[in-house]
């Protein structure tokens, strides 16, 4: 076996660690390149639905992000003035799923634990401070050209998975549109030890707060709620995230003598795109390489990592043998259709009933989420779909 004969990986969060990891385990050389000096600490993505847990468990690392995180076997859709709409409750999945509960543990977490694997492994190889600038092809090789601290460097392999991030550079190497919008809104995400849910009733660790004004997202993590919520009209990401906007913002959500002491606040732009497509010969795109949403519902990570075993599996079938290369059509032919018409659409149907201001519209969709949480039947298919179950039952039906 020649040192091309390997799978090159660009980027070091939850969607390249899981390739990387299925890859190595099923005796795949991997080499996967980070252009950070270290895992980023990315705290945006926290929410592990269901079928990643699978998935996970699958990669023989599920039991660790659990410890490290917060089981929620339920969330809440609610109002600020109705208080608790519907209260979902993911153990109607049982028999759907291992796993019939979402965890809170954030996305870097679960990097952690896969590179600590990944690092033992004598077929994986992991570079930091490697920042992919091109990429070039044949019929036999790919080769990722990086800056690296000792200079430039050409990396070799059989098949590149870019998974570095929206701004994706090999994306835009490789030519591909990544068609879609940018919502007019920056979103805050903050976090704070205090005690919001002695202040809420009956506040569940997932939470989505309703209102044409004020919406906001509570999410629960170890230690800390974060805080997801609009920016307004005019306000800048440095305006933000000042103390004054911050202290602002939080004291409507719940008012409190003095200042909250927060632990981190990031400002940042949302998108909906996805790519004109997922392959451009020997390269793949996958997660926010491939596409992009409002993190309404904890869709993004969750879609990327399922991205990457859907991907890993049909190349460690061709790779073996097992299938010809047109296999690997069918990974954009099943994950680009779901990421357009399934979690593009719901995430987007979710920001709409938040902010929804037509007080007959409110109350239609409150009545009727109410009556569906509270029917097994109703709430079970909901939940097939919120936890994008319904999402990878239908991929496997394509192509």
Known sequence: M??????????????????????????????LVEAAADLPEDLRAS??????????????????????????????????????????????????????YRVQCEQYKLTRIIVAELQQ?????????????????????????????EGPRELCGKYLIAADGASSVIRISQGIEFPGLTFPELWLCTSSEFNFEDHFENLAPIAY?????????????????????PSRPGETAESLVSDATVQERMQQVCPIEGDYDTFHRTAYAVHQRVAETYRRGRVFLAGDAAHINNPLGGMGMNGGIHDALNLSEKLVKVWNGKAVDSELDKYDAQRRPIAIDYVQQTTIRNKAMLEETDPDARRRKHDEMSASAADPKLARDYLLQSSMITALKRAEALA
């Not at 492994?121 to 080769?143: C, I, R, Y």
């Open 47 to 100: 929410t592990f639905h269901p079928p990643t847990l699978d998935m996970l468990d699958e990669l023989g690392v599920v039991d660790k992000v659990i410890e490290q995180g917060i089981v929620c076997p339920v969330w809440q859709y609610r109002d600020t003035r109705e208080g608790v709409v519907a209260e979902w409750d993911l153990s109607v999945l049982e028999n759907d799923t291992g796993h019939p």
């Open 121 to 149: 492994m004598d077929n994986v190889e992991v570079l930091f401070e490697a920042k992919g600038t091109g990429v070039s092809q044949d019929d036999e090789t790919v080769t990722l050209s990086a800056e690296t601290l």
């Open 209 to 229: 707060i309703a209102d044409p004004n004020f919406w906001f997202v509570f999410v629960r993590v170890p230690g800390l709620w974060r805080l997801l919520l």
């Open 2 to 31: 020649s040192d091309n004969d390997r799978v090159l990986i660009s980027g070091a969060g939850p969607v390249g660690c899981s390739a990387a990891l299925y890859l190595a385990k099923r005796g795949i050389p991997v080499t």
